[in-house]
């Protein structure tokens, strides 16, 4: 049932198979269910400052850099680059308002996917394009032994975040595997482009309020409705990548 997509990919890619060493996992909205606050912030924050983003565009860019969104609004409204000290305040002060919410949850089926990860001796690899301390310090709580720290991309990692490929190029190459080793697990639509452009078997689970067209638009070779759902059509889809090319 998913042969036709590892198909797809493989044409697309060029490469004879799919040889799974490693997973590449995007945090806020895959890992955490934090999106919801997230976008409440930025709207909130913005609006502060007399810039105009609501909390579902907010949705739509998720995965940009801090910055890269601030001056994404900027841009639109005033037709020139935010200055750099009103990018610092504002994403200061986002981050103020997020720390401020109650933790985010553990995205429900997460956890049970890392662990199917890491049991079938798998690479587990975070690419984020947040620099937010709060969360970044917790994964190690809540999914503790799961990302080596080698194994880490984030905001500070990269020059040109999400949808650049570079992040998930970063990924690739701090595993030490290629773009058909390795699968994209992501929920916004900027990062499965992100995904796509680094020729990565990119697999979205839509955990929040988008048309799930807009991830398949995005360039997503997969999509389920959750993570709970891609967890438990884990094993299928990993029995069928390793059967699909020659
Ligand atoms: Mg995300």
Not at 190 to 202: C, E, K, R, W
Request: contains cysteine; glycine residues 10%; charged residues 25%.
């Amino acid at each position: 049932m998913y042969k036709e997509a590892i198909n797809r990919y493989l044409i697309r890619s060029g490469h004879q198979c799919i040889r799974l060493k490693a997973v590449l996992f995007d945090m806020d909205g895959i890992l955490f269910d934090s999106m919801p606050y997230h976008a409440d912030a930025w709207a909130q924050v913005m609006k502060r400052h007399g810039l105009d983003l609501t909390r579902e565009e907010a949705f739509l860019h998720e995965g940009r850099t801090g910055k890269a969104t601030v001056n994404l609004v900027y841009q639109r409204q005033y037709g020139k680059d935010a200055p750099e000290e009103l990018i610092q305040e504002i994403y200061r002060e986002k981050c103020d308002v997020f720390n401020r919410y109650p933790e985010p949850s553990a995205m429900p089926g997460a956890g049970e996917l890392l662990d199917k990860v890491k049991a079938a001796g798998l690479i587990p690899v975070l690419v984020t394009g947040s620099g937010q301390h709060t969360l970044l310090d917790r994964l190690d709580r809540q999914y503790p032994g799961i990302f080596a720290p080698g194994h880490t991309v984030t905001a500070f990692d990269v020059k040109h975040g999400k949808p650049d490929p570079e992040p998930y190029l970063m990924g690739l190459q701090k595993a030490g595997v290629r773009a058909n080793e390795a699968f994209v697990v992501e929920n916004a639509p900027i990062g499965v482009q992100a995904g796509h452009a680094a020729g990565i078997f990119t697999i979205a689970a839509n955990t929040g309020p988008l048309d799930g067209q807009t991830l398949l638009n995005a360039g997503a070779d997969l999509l389920f409705p959750s993570m709970q759902a891609l967890c438990d059509a884990w094993e299928d889809i990993v029995r069928e990548t390793d059967t699909a090319g020659v």
